[in-house]
């Protein structure tokens, strides 16, 4: 097993743990890589492996790399080359041309170290590069972001290493001591916990440091075979569900091509008759407000004006006789 191998960054997302914690993580996607050359002490005066990592087409390869990859046997064409340093008792258990996965061993790495190059930041001052306090805010300051003397004036030069502006950024950073969250086979993606140099997209290199035991790795792999079928668990139920959905769309239609036919060739189905279908309220209420109205309707009387707020008692109007009003008849005059 490698001790260091290249990954990508892909970015940053947050994730949970056991407790519930948000935890924010850095995804990184390792790289195959292929043995080209294998360095020996009698020859080199140290063991290491040569690896070739990012594949890409021919046009992308110089004639010099070419020639190390046609020399080893490597099918592919790779434009990058690093070394790993391994023990003298395993350089002589890989091959030239042998394709290493990190994906058959990353399940064993418990914290790594991860370097790469940070973002170029340009020019910046000497607070925002150094963290300079800076001077006063008030009695009269012209500029607070000076930083002011240079050193002593008897040299009459700037000592190097001196903290002034200048270019920040775009140098090689190291964080150690990460841990690795979680590893997903399936996408080929390492979670390693908290931030990592460089932008998304760019390569960083990990190097392990702590080893997991064999007892830790057995119980993560458990824990992916269960929640693998858990998952295909849901896939199976998801079926009967969405035939479920289609049952209740059934009575539907049946309903709608029985109001086209004619009553004399309506017949109640077998669905129907095993499942009578109730009334919603709506309905109900209803068919109870139109029996209540035409009940209404056959017991009018137009001349009972009990319960009218707009109808007027006789007894009401000055002058009015309590007898019935008999009709006027033809030829009397109104007045």
């Not at 800076?134 to 012209?142: D, K, N």
Request: proline share 6%; net charge negative.
């Amino acid at each position: 097993m490698l001790t260091i191998i290249k990954g990508v960054k892909v970015g940053m997302t947050s994730v949970f743990d056991g407790t519930g914690t948000t935890l924010p993580v850095t995804l990184i996607r390792p790289l195959k890589m292929v043995v080209t050359q294998k360095k020996t002490r009698e020859k080199d005066g140290y063991t290491a492996l040569q690896l070739a990592y990012d594949e890409t087409t021919a046009k992308h390869v110089n004639n010099p790399s070419k020639g190390v990859l046609k020399k080893a046997g490597v099918k592919g064409y790779y434009r990058r080359f690093f070394e790993a340093k391994v023990d003298e008792t395993l350089v002589d258990s890989y091959e030239l041309g042998q394709v290493i996965d990190p994906a058959d061993f990353l399940d064993h790495w418990g914290e790594v170290d991860v370097w790469g190059f940070s973002k170029g930041k340009g020019f910046a001052g000497a607070m925002k590069r150094h963290g300079f306090k800076g001077q006063e805010r008030t009695h009269g300051e012209p500029d607070e972001r000076r930083p002011m003397s240079s050193g002593a004036t008897d040299p009459a030069r700037v000592f190097p290493g001196t903290k002034k502006p200048g270019h920040m950024g775009a140098r090689r950073t190291t964080v150690y001591d990460i841990s690795c969250f979680e590893f997903n086979s399936e996408l080929n993606l390492l979670a390693v916990q908290g931030s990592v140099p460089g932008a998304n997209g760019s390569v960083v290199t990990l190097k392990l440091r702590k080893k997991l035991a064999e007892e830790e790795v057995d119980e993560i792999r458990k824990e992916r075979e269960g929640a693998k079928s858990m998952s295909s668990t849901v896939e199976e139920i998801l079926p009967e569900s969405l035939s479920t959905e289609a049952s209740f769309s059934e009575p539907a239609s049946t309903v709608k091509a029985e109001e086209t036919a004619p009553e004399s060739s309506r017949e109640p189905s077998e669905k129907v008759q095993s499942q009578p279908v109730l009334s919603s309220p709506e309905a109900v209420s209803t068919e109870s407000r139109t029996d209540t109205l035409e009940q209404d309707q056959s017991s009018f009387d137009p001349s009972d004006t009990r319960g009218d707020p707009d109808a007027v008692s006789r007894d009401e109007v000055p002058g009015a006789s309590s007898a019935t009003s008999t009709p006027i008849e033809e030829g009397e005059s109104k007045g």
